[in-house]
């Protein structure tokens, strides 16, 4: 459905501190050029600038975030071309690449400050639940197209590196408001300090939202954080956060508006991350441990569930006991661990090495979703390396390899390899192409979902997964071309692809002799080929104006082959992608900025319908004011 107008307040900000940037003209060097082209971390782990990237990366800096009308973390990924940013479920939203997912995208992997968001609770990441809103985010480097190469099995897709702005960039602290339509209301709060060579922030928040007027969907997140980086000297910087979020969620099926329920989602997060340099080397070591539990209940007896009489069930199921079931997914609980080292070195003059490896232990116990109230364990072990070799002045090359096995799967391999091609200090182009394999979650390996009358016999299976499923298994070719313009002043990045799946994760429906006659059971069984082009445009005809056009076109034919029929999956990737962002500096602290969203239809997997194509437009103007040595800014979005 489509969101009314909202107005929002935002007053005042305390303690932010003014950056004033200034032009000057001089000449550039070839290499001077290069140095200031922009440079990202998320495609191999090693910062690159963007012309030597062996992937397409779009990155949100901290003046688009600025610009954007949105008091929303995730709403910032509508300016990455293909991307698409939907309500999952009632107000809790989801970001997916090229409509290839359903309520819990499995295929994207997201990262705070380099520490893995994930959790293994439906394989996916609650944004809500991320302690972030814009205000607390420097920028953010998105890989589009598949980067299990650096980042494994979760980055089939894509992968998302969020970076929060640093304590030590300033001090003082910010109080932000918000109130409008739907019910918001946003409170949050940031303070930064420093102490002897530490920088400390402490962020806290409370968000609220009654969603849909139509569906009990309201949601209400108070969220703590604490973050720290020490620099002992210029070769060791030790960086750490402690955190938690206590959200409750209205949730349920959109096709049934009367079975939403409440859920509770609780997370707590600890990480740790030592960069040490030595020469040439940099080490950096990386330890971090989530945990959290997901609640979404609802009991009932099980006489009332079968349309029986307490009587009736002992006549009809001999031996079965009139009981209290969980008709929902129920409580589940999970604990994971994680650790990396990663270590980059100058090979000679002409290469740089960047090599690493890491270990990941998860434990979830969802008793309704298992069937099993102990913990189910998940190990893995993985190497991940990056070769970057300079052959002359104008062609640059890039070899990537990750390794990855589990307690359940022996090793498997996702190599990729790349070419960049210079032609002129501000023309760049890039062919790579990529084999990658993503290994089942422990969520899909171990779901099962099943209903016993009499203890030991199965009245209802509703949900079961293949015990010889496997990983699914990407092919990615691409053509890129960054070019900038006109001394930066018009910068073009395109993206040409193929993408190929086999053996895709989906469920299929059998028959059962039951109580609803049927099961569905997770194979191997879903394939797509995908062909489409991005292309980012940002124009900036001076230093007060900022427009950024995303676009992108995909093409694609897929299906789920079933015993008896096949499913065509030509509609769950929108053919049209578009956005458009333009922000303008005012006089005397004014400042406006607007968006434009596209979005033709889509069928998103699971979905009971397809959705029509949308449009969507909003606006934002802010005034800022300097009063008793505070910044204050007021701003309305509609």
Same mark, same amino acid.
Not at 483 to 498: A, T
Not at 543 to 566: C, E, F
């Given at each position: 459905?489509?969101?009314?107008?909202?107005?929002?307040?935002?007053?005042?900000?305390?303690?932010?501190?003014?950056?004033?940037?200034?032009?000057?003209?001089?000449?550039?060097?070839?290499?001077?050029?290069?140095?200031?082209?922009?440079?990202?971390?998320?495609?191999?782990?090693?910062?690159?600038?963007?012309?030597?990237?062996?992937?397409?990366?779009?990155?949100?800096?901290?003046?688009?975030?600025?610009?954007?009308?949105?008091?929303?973390?995730?709403?910032?990924?509508?300016?990455?071309?293909?991307?698409?940013?939907?309500?999952?479920?009632?107000?809790?939203?989801?970001?997916?690449?090229?409509?290839?997912?359903?309520?819990?995208?499995?295929?994207?992997?997201?990262?705070?400050?380099?520490?893995?968001?994930?959790?293994?609770?439906?394989?996916?990441?609650? +944004?809500? @639940? =991320?302690?972030?809103?814009?205000?607390?985010?420097? !920028?953010?480097?998105?890989? $589009?197209? *598949?980067?299990?190469?650096?980042?494994?099995?979760?980055?089939?897709?894509?992968?998302?590196?969020?970076?929060?702005?640093?304590?030590?960039?300033?001090?003082?602290?910010?109080?932000?408001?918000?109130?409008?339509?739907?019910?918001?209301?946003?409170?949050?709060?940031?303070?930064?300090?420093?102490?002897?060579?530490?920088?400390?922030?402490?962020?806290?928040?409370?968000?609220?939202?009654?969603?849909?007027?139509?569906?009990?969907?309201?949601?209400?997140?108070?969220?703590?954080?604490?973050?720290?980086?020490?620099?002992?000297?210029?070769?060791?910087?030790?960086?750490?956060?402690?955190?938690?979020?206590?959200?409750?969620?209205?949730?349920?099926?959109?096709?049934?508006?009367?079975?939403?329920?409440?859920?509770?989602?609780?997370?707590? +997060?600890? @990480? =740790?991350?030592?960069?040490?340099?030595?020469?040439? !080397?940099?080490?950096?070591? $990386?330890? *971090?441990?989530?945990?959290?539990?997901?609640?979404?209940?609802?009991?009932?007896?099980?006489?009332?569930?079968?349309?029986?009489?307490?009587?009736?069930?002992?006549?009809?199921?001999?031996?079965?006991?009139?009981?209290?079931?969980?008709?929902?997914?129920?409580?589940?609980?999970?604990?994971?661990?994680?650790?990396?080292?990663?270590?980059?070195?100058?090979?000679?003059?002409?290469?740089?090495?960047?090599?690493?490896?890491?270990?990941?232990?998860?434990?979830?116990?969802?008793?309704?979703?298992?069937?099993?109230?102990?913990?189910?364990?998940?190990?893995?072990?993985?190497?991940?390396?990056?070769?970057?070799?300079?052959?002359?002045?104008?062609?640059?090359?890039?070899?990537?390899?990750?390794?990855?096995?589990?307690?359940?799967?022996?090793?498997?391999?996702?190599?990729?390899?790349?070419?960049?091609?210079?032609?002129?200090?501000?023309?760049?182009?890039?062919?790579?192409?990529?084999?990658?394999?993503?290994?089942?979650?422990?969520?899909?390996?171990?779901?099962?979902?099943?209903?016993?009358?009499?203890?030991?016999?199965?009245?209802?299976?509703?949900?079961?997964?293949?015990?010889?499923?496997?990983?699914?298994?990407?092919?990615?070719?691409?053509?890129?071309?960054?070019?900038?313009?006109?001394?930066?002043?018009?910068?073009?990045?395109?993206?040409?692809?193929?993408?190929?799946?086999?053996?895709?994760?989906?469920?299929?429906?059998?028959?059962?002799?039951?109580?609803?006659?049927?099961?569905?059971?997770?194979?191997?069984?879903?394939?797509?080929?995908?062909?489409?082009?991005?292309?980012?445009?940002?124009?900036?005809?001076?230093?007060?104006?900022?427009?950024?056009?995303?676009?992108?076109?995909?093409?694609?034919?897929?299906?789920?082959?079933?015993?008896?029929?096949?499913?065509?999956?030509?509609?769950?990737?929108?053919?049209?992608?578009?956005?458009?962002?333009?922000?303008?500096?005012?006089?005397?602290?004014?400042?406006?900025?607007?968006?434009?969203?596209?979005?033709?239809?889509?069928?998103?997997?699971?979905?009971?319908?397809?959705?029509?194509?949308?449009?969507?437009?909003?606006?934002?103007?802010?005034?800022?004011?300097?009063?008793?040595?505070?910044?204050?800014?007021?701003?309305?979005?509609?």
């Amino acid at each position: 459905m489509q969101r009314s107008n909202t107005y929002k307040y935002l007053l005042p900000l305390l303690g932010l501190s003014s950056i004033v940037s200034a032009n000057t003209n001089v000449t550039l060097s070839e290499n001077d050029f290069l140095d200031n082209i922009p440079q990202a971390v998320a495609a191999t782990r090693q910062n690159l600038p963007l012309s030597h990237s062996p992937s397409s990366v779009t990155i949100i800096n901290r003046e688009m975030i600025e610009a954007m009308p949105t008091d929303n973390l995730a709403e910032l990924l509508k300016l990455v071309p293909g991307f698409q940013v939907f309500f999952a479920n009632g107000s809790m939203q989801a970001v997916t690449a090229h409509g290839q997912s359903d309520r819990f995208p499995r295929r994207l992997e997201i990262r705070v400050d380099g520490r893995t968001v994930y959790t293994p609770i439906n394989s996916s990441v609650s +944004w809500e @639940s =991320l302690a972030l809103d814009p205000n607390d985010i420097n !920028h953010i480097e998105v890989v $589009r197209g *598949s980067n299990i190469a650096a980042y494994g099995a979760n980055a089939a897709q894509g992968a998302i590196n969020i970076f929060t702005r640093n304590p030590l960039s300033s001090s003082g602290t910010e109080l932000r408001m918000t109130g409008g339509d739907w019910g918001t209301r946003n409170i949050s709060v940031r303070h930064s300090t420093h102490l002897s060579g530490n920088g400390i922030t402490l962020r806290a928040k409370y968000r609220e939202n009654q969603g849909f007027e139509e569906l009990n969907d309201q949601s209400y997140v108070d969220s703590l954080a604490l973050q720290g980086v020490y620099t002992q000297n210029f070769n060791n910087e030790f960086r750490w956060e402690l955190g938690y979020s206590d959200g409750n969620f209205g949730y349920g099926d959109g096709d049934h508006p009367d079975e939403f329920m409440d859920e509770d989602i609780d997370t707590q +997060w600890l @990480s =740790l991350e030592w960069q040490h340099r030595r020469q040439d !080397h940099l080490i950096t070591t $990386r330890l *971090s441990a989530n945990i959290g539990s997901y609640e979404h209940s609802r009991m009932g007896l099980l006489s009332e569930e079968l349309g029986l009489t307490a009587v009736e069930l002992g006549l009809f199921f001999p031996g079965a006991i009139d009981r209290r079931i969980e008709l929902e997914v129920g409580e589940r609980e999970y604990r994971q661990y994680d650790f990396e080292l990663e270590h980059s070195f100058p090979l000679t003059p002409q290469g740089n090495f960047l090599w690493g490896f890491g270990a990941r232990h998860q434990e979830v116990k969802a008793p309704n979703e298992f069937s099993n109230s102990s913990y189910q364990n998940y190990d893995s072990l993985f190497l991940f390396s990056n070769l970057q070799w300079r052959f002359n002045n104008n062609f640059t090359g890039n070899l990537g390899v990750f390794g990855e096995q589990n307690n359940q799967t022996s090793v498997e391999f996702s190599p990729r390899f790349s070419l960049n091609y210079q032609l002129t200090s501000q023309q760049h182009l890039r062919l790579s192409g990529s084999v990658a394999r993503r290994l089942p979650s422990l969520y899909e390996r171990e779901r099962l979902i099943q209903l016993e009358i009499v203890p030991g016999s199965i009245a209802d299976l509703t949900y079961i997964s293949d015990p010889d499923v496997g990983a699914e298994k990407f092919q990615t070719y691409e053509f890129g071309y960054l070019g900038y313009w006109f001394d930066g002043r018009l910068n073009i990045d395109y993206r040409l692809f193929r993408e190929y799946m086999d053996d895709g994760l989906d469920y299929i429906k059998y028959p059962y002799p039951d109580l609803d006659e049927k099961y569905r059971l997770l194979e191997n069984i879903a394939e797509y080929r995908m062909t489409g082009y991005e292309a980012q445009v940002q124009i900036r005809p001076d230093t007060s104006w900022l427009v950024s056009i995303q676009y992108a076109n995909i093409r694609m034919d897929g299906t789920i082959v079933h015993p008896s029929k096949t499913t065509q999956l030509r509609w769950r990737s929108p053919e049209h992608t578009a956005s458009l962002l333009i922000g303008k500096q005012l006089p005397r602290d004014w400042s406006i900025s607007a968006t434009a969203f596209h979005h033709s239809r889509v069928r998103w997997r699971g979905g009971a319908k397809t959705i029509p194509g949308w449009h969507r437009y909003d606006i934002k103007i802010s005034k800022r004011w300097r009063i008793a040595g505070k910044h204050v800014e007021l701003a309305g979005i509609v």
